[in-house]
């Protein structure tokens, strides 16, 4: 199997597992208990807690250990927008679910949904016209799941700022890989997506930022986020944001040496999204014609995506590829094909020979 579906998750490392196995098997007391064992696991977690701080390069700040990126947004959303008087969020088109379904189910909320260009980013005109004094908070993915494109953060948070207004970032995509956007309120993250655990995230907090907590409880993390932390989850996601900065140039160089290799590979396809602010361990590509979804159960040797993997099976069009204007028949012609540290050139090569021999047995061009 060659896997190409980073995006979704990446393989675990290694050096993250083997920290993992003693919290596991051994070191198996609770962090929260006074003990001593209880007191070593705690010691474990905060250790992973300051790899993870360490890795994001932020000013002074807090993190909150999360069950995933959708508990830390949760969090983030919920608690924003009712830390202020004020009763509209504004988020673009392109978000997540995590963060476009919570912002549109907050009662007593407006939501705007900003538009992006054919290229996936962020209208700023239309943004600078709907960020005003009457919003709580602005939530920008930095770098989209589906199609790879990186958001002008910088720019939203500060007319999120000039407003009064907190603002979220939703980091999952471009931790460890794209600069964090300093001026942010709050960023959340996910363990497997830089090669951690699932079941792990977090939420980072600048300093003197208090929200009202969603979870009630033990009063654990800080009292915003109750209920038992898993020692090994944490340090399997500490050892992996370690690993990032350890590797970041290593990863880097091998990650743009595969994307110029894939544009070559698939040079009779079509890039969806920005071509120049994007992520280039992301490839979103269509083919006219292409029935992507024959494609994907053809290539059974090969894991890839139609889309965001939290949308797969719904059978309904990605509201990421609806928001750059691509039809129907468009967005059902296209595939996410992701790769990163663990992924060879061999397996890129082997993977787009099978995906265009497939495509030209539906009849499109070799």
Not at 78 to 104: K, N
Request: net charge negative.
């Amino acid at each position: 199997m060659i896997y190409l579906d980073y995006q979704a998750t990446t393989p675990l490392a290694p050096e993250a597992f083997d920290a993992m196995v003693p919290l596991l098997r051994d070191q198996f007391a609770n962090p929260h208990s006074a003990h001593r064992p209880g007191r070593a696991a705690a010691a474990a977690v905060e250790v992973a807690r300051d790899r993870v701080l360490s890795a994001m390069g932020m000013p002074a700040g807090r993190l909150i250990f999360t069950s995933g990126a959708t508990e830390a947004l949760n969090i983030a959303i919920y608690g924003a927008a009712r830390a202020q008087a004020r009763h509209r969020i504004v988020a673009i088109a392109t978000e997540h679910a995590a963060v476009r379904d919570t912002a549109l189910a907050q009662d007593g909320f407006e939501t705007t949904l900003l538009p992006v260009g054919p290229d996936g980013i962020v209208d700023i005109d239309a943004a600078r016209a709907a960020i005003g004094t009457d919003v709580a908070l602005v939530a920008a993915m930095l770098v989209n799941n589906e199609i790879g494109v990186i958001q002008p953060v910088d720019a939203l948070a500060a007319m999120a700022h000039d407003a009064g207004a907190l603002f979220l970032c939703d980091a999952v995509q471009g931790f460890g890989r794209v600069p964090l956007p300093i001026a942010a309120d709050m960023i959340a993250l996910s363990g497997h997506k830089v090669h951690g655990p699932k079941g792990i995230g977090a939420l980072w907090l600048r300093d003197g930022l208090d929200l009202p907590r969603l979870l009630h409880g033990g009063g654990q993390e800080g009292g915003l986020r109750s209920g038992t932390l898993s020692p090994a989850l944490c340090a399997g996601f500490g050892v992996a944001a370690h690993l990032l900065t350890q590797r970041a140039e290593e990863d880097a160089v091998h990650v743009e040496a595969l994307w110029r290799r894939a544009l070559d590979l698939f040079a009779g396809w079509t890039l969806n999204g920005s071509a120049a602010a994007r992520y280039h361990g992301n490839l979103n590509l269509r083919r006219e014609g292409l029935d992507a979804a024959r494609l994907l159960s053809e290539c059974r040797d090969i894991a890839f995506s139609l889309g965001s993997a939290c949308a797969s099976g719904s059978g309904r069009p990605s509201h990421v590829l609806q928001a750059i204007a691509l039809s129907d028949r468009q967005a059902k012609g296209s595939v996410r094909i992701g790769f990163g540290r663990y992924t060879s050139t061999a397996q890129l090569e082997d993977a787009a020979r099978q995906l265009n021999q497939a495509a030209a047995a539906q009849g499109l061009p070799a």
